[in-house]
C-alpha cells in the first residue's frame, strides 16, 4: 500500500508539473498541455476539487500527500496568474482616460457579430486612439468609425477581409485622426489577416495568430512568433490583436525589448476569453505588445464586451518615455 500511495504523490506530481508549469517539460506548446494552460484558473480548480475529493474518500489518511500536491499545484497557478495581474479581476472599474497625451490602444475580437453601434459606443467611451477589431469585416469597421465620427471622435478605417467567405479571417484597425493619415505597409502573411499600418504616429500592426487547434499547432508557433517579432524588430511598435496565446506559450519567450502591455498594466493575469467564463477562470488571450524602450504602460484593464461576441476587450493606456 505505500508503494501504492508513493507512485500516487508522484503521478500528481507530474500532473501538477505537466498542467500547471508545463515549460519546465517543453510542454507549453503540445497538445494537450499548451491548450490546459491556457485556462489557470479552470486548472487550478480542478486540481483543488480533485484534492477535496481524495480527502473524503475513505482512508483519506492515506490520499492526504497526494492531496497536498494537487492543492500545491492550485496554489502555484493561482500564484502566477497574482504575479502577472489581477486588476478589475471582480469586473472593470477603470474610468475613461481623460488626458489626451496618452495613446489608448484598445482591443476587441467582435466575432464578426457585435454590432457596430454597441462597438463604437465603447470606443467613444473610452477615447481610444487606436482600436484593433479581429474577425470584424471592412463593411462593419467603417460602420463603427461612421459611428464614432458622429459621436465627436472620427476615425480612420484600414482592414483586410482575409483570402476566404468567412470574417474570421478579417481584421480591422481604426485610428484616430489626431494620429494623422496611415497607410498598410505590410501583411502577416498568416491564415488569418494581419498588417502594418505607418503614418506620422507609432507603426501599429493588427494580428489575428491562428488559435492552437489539435493538429495546428505548427502553424500556431509559427504566426505567434512572427507577430512577436514584428514587435522586436520595430523601434516604437504597437502590435495588437488577438494573439490566441497566453505568456505562457512559447511566442511570448522571445519577448526582450517588447513587453505585454497587459501585464506591466498589472491586468495579465484576468480573462478574456470566453467571456462566458468568469474573470478569473478565462483565458488572457487578447493582448498589446509595445517597444518598452518608447512607451510606458501607465495602466491596463480588462473591459466588458458588448454583446454579441465571446472576448472580452483589453484596453492599455500607453505615454511616450
Not at 457585435?114 to 459606443?121: G, S, T
Not at 504597437?238 to 497587459?262: E, M
Request: hydrophobic letters at 50%; aromatic letters at 4%; a neutral charge.
Amino acid at each position: 500500500m505505500r508503494r501504492a500511495h508513493a507512485v500516487g504523490v508522484l503521478l500528481a506530481g507530474v500532473l501538477v508539473l505537466a498542467l500547471v508549469l508545463p515549460g519546465l517539460l517543453g510542454l507549453n506548446g503540445v497538445t494537450p498541455f499548451a491548450q490546459a494552460v491556457a485556462l489557470r484558473g479552470v486548472v487550478g480548480l480542478s486540481l483543488a476539487g480533485l484534492a477535496a475529493l481524495l480527502v473524503v474518500l475513505p482512508g483519506r489518511r492515506a490520499t492526504w500527500p497526494t492531496a497536498a500536491v494537487l492543492l500545491a499545484g492550485a496554489a502555484i497557478g493561482t500564484g502566477v496568474l497574482l504575479e502577472r495581474g489581477t486588476v478589475g479581476l471582480v469586473g472593470p472599474d477603470a474610468p475613461p482616460v481623460a488626458d489626451a497625451t496618452a495613446l489608448v490602444v484598445l482591443v476587441l475580437n467582435t466575432q464578426d457579430s457585435a454590432r457596430p453601434d454597441d462597438v463604437a459606443r465603447l470606443v467613444v467611451e473610452r477615447r481610444a486612439d487606436v482600436v484593433v477589431l479581429p474577425e470584424t469585416r471592412s463593411r462593419d469597421a467603417a460602420r463603427v468609425a461612421a459611428a464614432t465620427s458622429a459621436a465627436g471622435w472620427p476615425l480612420q478605417v484600414l482592414a483586410d477581409d482575409g483570402a476566404g467567405p468567412s470574417a474570421t479571417g478579417a481584421t480591422a484597425l481604426l485610428l484616430a485622426e489626431g494620429l494623422g493619415h496611415y497607410e498598410v505597409t505590410g501583411r502577416q502573411g498568416g491564415t488569418l489577416a494581419g498588417f502594418t499600418a505607418t503614418g506620422k504616429g507609432p507603426e501599429v500592426t493588427a494580428v489575428h495568430p491562428f488559435p492552437p487547434l489539435p493538429g495546428a499547432t505548427a502553424t500556431w508557433h509559427e504566426e505567434g512568433a512572427v507577430a512577436v517579432a514584428t514587435c522586436e524588430a520595430t523601434p516604437g511598435a504597437i502590435v495588437a490583436g488577438d494573439f490566441n496565446t497566453t505568456p505562457d506559450h512559447p511566442a511570448f519567450a522571445g519577448l526582450s525589448r517588447c513587453v505585454l502591455a497587459t501585464v506591466e498594466g498589472g491586468a495579465g493575469g484576468v480573462g478574456t476569453w470566453p467571456a462566458r467564463l468568469p474573470r478569473a477562470l478565462g483565458a488572457p488571450i487578447d493582448h498589446v505588445l509595445v517597444d518598452a524602450r518608447t512607451w510606458r504602460v501607465e495602466r491596463a484593464a480588462v473591459l466588458n464586451p458588448p454583446a454579441g461576441t465571446d472576448h472580452r476587450a483589453v484596453e492599455v493606456v500607453l505615454r511616450s518615455r
